[in-house]
């Protein structure tokens, strides 16, 4: 049973510039959330996506966007990178029902560092 | 809105000794619980939860968290701790679903676990 998976695990980039990372989440599992950590911090909830829609934000500016597709996967893209970006990018899924515990499953994470 | 405080930034403890980490939170009805364990560069994962009923819950390497409704508290104990267990732990508070369906996780700021021989 594969968990979380994301992509790419390491990156670099340059203020100004823009990223996107990717993330599948658990096999059966149909909601993602992303979070930042930056160093030396708890994770902070970006966004939440469910059937395709963004279904809670942090307190996060717009240059933070995301995306899922159909098979659950998910994408967050960051634009006008700024230093202060620099951090470890979380992706976590669970799954939305009644009967669920609504626990996190996180993935390794991807670490950005904006120069 | 929900928050979780965890006092203690930095704890060291001694191999074989007992562990307790500190968590408070906020919210205004009863949530669901959940203590996370990090390894350096690593993500998060699950130690243990709570829903409901007992409010001693046991959790995976030996941990165990006591809910205490009076408190506002979810402290993590480990009666003996082992070298291995050096990471940073976070406690996180989320709403019990069917509260419109989507859980969003609050997490604290952390507690990192030293463990010296």
């Known amino acids: 049973d594969a968990g979380v998976t994301q992509s790419p695990t390491h990156l670099i980039k340059t203020r100004g510039q823009q990223v996107t990372l990717r993330c599948s989440p658990k096999?059966?599992?149909?909601?993602v959330s992303w979070y930042q950590q930056a160093l030396g911090q708890g994770p902070q909830f970006i966004f939440q996506?469910?059937?395709?829609?963004?279904?809670q934000r942090g307190n996060f500016p717009d240059r933070f966007s995301g995306h899922q597709f159909p098979n659950y996967s998910s994408e967050l893209n960051v634009n006008a990178l700024l230093l202060g970006d620099s951090a470890l990018y979380l992706c976590?899924?669970?799954?939305?029902?009644?009967?669920?515990?609504?626990?996190?499953?996180f993935g390794e994470g991807s670490r950005l560092t904006v120069l | 809105a929900q928050s979780v405080t965890q006092p203690d930034i930095h704890i060291t403890v001694s191999e074989g000794a007992s562990l307790e980490l500190r968590c408070n939170y906020s919210?205004?009805?009863?949530?669901?619980l959940f203590w996370y364990v990090q390894s350096p560069g690593q993500g998060l994962q699950l130690l243990l939860k709570?829903?409901?009923?007992?409010?001693l819950v046991q959790g995976i390497k030996g941990f165990e968290a006591e809910f205490k409704r009076s408190q506002s508290s979810f402290n993590l104990r480990k009666p003996s701790v082992h070298w291995s267990d050096a990471a940073e732990y976070f406690c996180?508070?989320?709403?019990?679903?069917?509260?419109?369906?989507?859980?969003?996780?609050?997490f604290g700021t952390g507690t990192k676990l030293q463990v010296i021989p």
């Open positions: 996180a508070v989320g709403p019990r679903l069917g509260s419109g369906g989507y859980q969003k996780v609050t």
């Open positions: 709570y829903f409901s009923g007992d409010t």
């Open positions: 919210y205004g009805a009863t949530p669901y």
């Open positions: 996506y469910y059937e395709e829609e963004e279904r």
């Open positions: 096999s059966g599992h149909d909601t």
């Open positions: 976590a899924s669970s799954l939305v029902a009644l009967a669920s515990t609504g626990e996190l499953f």
